[in-house]
């Protein structure tokens, strides 16, 4: 049975990608919208997509969904022509944007002519770009970051998580923009500025004198490896995370300063204990494969249909310090209550939770 209409503005590597997943494990119709006819073509003969045009009016009519792919910095003039177009009541709008504050923002200027949108973020690409990349599996297992805002609805939230989840197989994770924006900013924004900054450097002096490339091994490499991403995307990025990642810079270069001065002090025992802290946190980090095959820890809240309440509880756990490695929204069991799945990597996690929802009145069911 024919579910509707998904179109994706924007079939390169993420568009692509997302359009595969639609197709292939869904029964939505997938239309395809490009600039470039050959995309569309290769999109076509490959797949990708069910039908495709570079009419943005055509492709958006009558769509239940529409999934916004395109560069950072298309995606809010993308918004202002959609504000412009008749489309179907109750029509979902998101986006893949590596950041969110921003794009999040013109959203809300969506909803002012009655569409949804809701901010997205699949947290999983490659330096390659381009519908020729695309591939169903690249977001399984993945976080996936949705950025609803208080006044995006459960129904709403429901109704796109439910495909996402179907489509994807990504874990879904909800996020206030501008908390994204600091995290990504952090593990992917400002490394891409190092690397590329590093890179650069080394080759300033390979200009004279070839043995600095030629040794470049690696160590070099693996850490310099993103500074091969694509340049107008991480511009697009860049600018849109500016004052982010300037706050983030600032912090990194008293990092830095903080290696001179016990290098310049001669200070071992400091430059040891930087290189000790870095190793410990190192391996500290979550171990992806061995995370996803754990079973996370549960429980579920009943909450009121009302725009807002995702973000409320999100809210009320991130004041007390509980880290939500994942929240899901249910089927309504009743008309009036929505129930969310709220998932934590440990056990202390989920018992402080349910203690602190319970003590706001959440009914919450382990
Ligand atoms: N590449 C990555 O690793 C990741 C990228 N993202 C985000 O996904 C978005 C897309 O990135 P990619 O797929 O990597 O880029 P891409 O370059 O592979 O694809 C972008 C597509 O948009 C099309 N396009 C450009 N302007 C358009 C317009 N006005 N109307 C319709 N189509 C237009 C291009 O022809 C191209 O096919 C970006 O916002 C990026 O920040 C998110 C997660 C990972
Ligand atoms: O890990 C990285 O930084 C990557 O290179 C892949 C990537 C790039 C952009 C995104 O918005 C999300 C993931």
């Not at 529409?66 to 809010?76: D, E, K, M, Q, R």
């Not at 979550?286 to 996803?292: A, L, N």
Request: charged share 25%.
């Amino acid at each position: 049975m024919n579910q509707g209409k998904v179109t994706v503005i924007g079939i390169g590597l993420i568009g692509g990608s997302l359009a595969l997943c639609i197709k292939e494990r869904t029964e939505y119709t997938v239309c395809g919208c490009d600039v470039s006819e050959r995309s569309l073509e290769l999109a076509r003969a490959s797949g990708v997509i069910d039908e495709g045009t570079t009419d943005l009016a055509e492709a958006v009519k009558d769509a239940d969904y529409l999934f916004l792919a395109v560069p950072v910095g298309l995606i809010s003039r993308l918004m202002a022509q959609l504000r412009e177009m008749p489309l179907k009541p109750g029509c979902i709008i998101s986006d893949v944007g590596s950041t969110k504050g921003e794009i999040v923002r013109h959203g809300r200027e969506l909803s002012r002519v009655g569409v949804t949108f809701i901010g997205g973020h699949p947290m999983a690409g490659s330096h390659r770009s381009g519908v020729e990349a695309a591939d169903p599996l690249l977001f399984e297992n993945a976080y996936y970051i949705l950025t609803p805002t208080p006044e995006t609805s459960l129904v709403d939230m429901q109704r796109l998580s439910r495909l996402l989840q179907v489509a994807t197989r990504a874990q879904l994770v909800i996020m206030d923009p501008d908390h994204h924006d600091r995290v990504v900013g952090a593990i992917s924004h400002l490394p891409h500025v190092i690397a590329a900054g590093l890179v650069n450097q080394v080759g300033r002096y390979n200009e004279e004198n070839e043995w600095f490339h030629r040794l470049a091994a690696g160590g070099f490499r693996d850490l310099t490896r993103i500074a091969a991403s694509h340049p107008v995307m991480w511009r697009d990025i860049l600018m849109s995370n500016r004052h982010t990642v300037l706050s983030l810079m600032d912090d990194w270069l008293k990092e830095m300063q903080r290696f001179r001065q016990a290098i310049e002090a001669g200070d071992a025992q400091e430059v040891e204990a930087l290189f000790d802290r870095a190793r410990r946190l190192r391996e500290q980090l979550p171990d992806r494969k061995k995370g996803i095959l754990l079973r996370p820890y549960e429980c579920y809240v009943n909450v009121p249909d009302r725009p807002g309440m995702i973000g409320e509880v999100a809210t009320l756990l991130g004041k007390n310090g509980i880290n939500l490695s994942n929240i899901g929204v249910m089927e309504n069991r009743e008309e009036e209550v929505g129930v969310l799945r709220l998932s934590f990597r440990t056990e202390e996690d989920l018992t402080q939770a349910v203690a602190v929802l319970k003590q706001a009145n959440y009914i919450v069911i382990e």
